[in-house]
């Protein structure tokens, strides 16, 4: 995205909320806005201050992080939503991804790890830590919905699975010897019939209903 990244902390620890301001606003083209220590005044604030990235905490009183992220991807224009855990391994994370989250920062990451984070967001990335996702997943369970919707072709599944592995387009161009606008053309296919706003979610989805094992 161009211009600066606006940012909402929510967290019920101030520390860690000064800690992260303090990281964020050494880059110069990242503005936090704003903070809250729960998930109603998450809302709120998200509504008044219309920040780009949200870094939600998972686990707060009253309004825990997961609903907080339903709520604030309802506004218009919505924020995406960075949670921010203190285990990779929270079950808690699966259910904010679910909700639609576009990712999730341990809170032990660098500083360098946290700016990349917010900027990989508010630029409409996915920030997607396979191999945990996976382990999360095979403690859910798969297939615990049925998928309901267009059936993918071989190529979409086989998309859709190296997506779930954590690789970039042009590392799934180069395995499956194909152009790189071939691959955006197979993930924006996929995303659209799984009805997922960004790859993160179209992992979750995946593995909730079985296109992928979480044992792959």
Same mark, same amino acid.
């Given at each position: 995205m161009?211009?600066?990244?606006?940012?909402?902390?929510?967290?019920?620890?101030?520390?860690?909320?000064?800690?992260?301001?303090?990281? *964020?606003?050494?880059?110069?083209?990242?503005?936090? /806005?704003?903070? &809250?220590?729960?998930?109603? @005044? $998450?809302?709120? !604030?998200?509504?008044?201050?219309s920040p780009d990235v949200v870094c939600m905490d998972v686990r707060m009183p009253d309004v825990d992080g997961i609903r907080a992220t339903e709520l604030v991807l309802t506004l218009d224009p919505a924020p995406r939503v960075l949670v921010v855990t203190t285990f990779e391994s929270d079950d808690h994370v699966f259910d904010a991804l679910r909700a639609g989250?576009?990712?999730? *920062?341990?809170?032990?990451?660098?500083?360098?790890? /946290?700016?990349? &984070?917010?900027?990989?967001? @508010? $630029?409409?990335? !996915?920030?997607?830590?396979?191999?945990?996702?996976?382990?999360?997943?095979?403690?859910?369970?798969t297939a615990r919905i049925s998928y309901g919707g267009p059936a993918l072709t071989p190529r979409e599944a086989e998309v859709l699975a190296l997506v779930a592995r954590g690789m970039s387009n042009p590392e799934i161009a180069t395995a499956l010897i194909v152009g790189v606008e071939t691959v955006r053309t197979h993930v924006a296919n996929v995303l659209a019939k799984l009805g997922a706003r960004d790859r993160t979610q179209a992992v979750v989805i995946a593995y909730e209903t079985g296109l992928v094992g979480a044992g792959r």
């Open positions: 161009n211009g600066t990244i606006r940012v909402l902390l929510v967290d019920d620890e101030p520390l860690v909320r000064r800690g992260l301001r303090a990281i *964020l606003e050494s880059d110069p083209e990242i503005e936090v /806005v704003g903070e &809250a220590g729960d998930g109603a @005044a $998450a809302l709120a !604030s998200a509504r008044s201050l989250a576009s990712g999730f *920062l341990l809170k032990r990451a660098d500083a360098d790890q /946290v700016v990349a &984070a917010v900027r990989a967001v @508010a $630029a409409g990335e !996915s920030l997607l830590f396979p191999e945990s996702v996976r382990r999360i997943a095979l403690r859910h369970g």
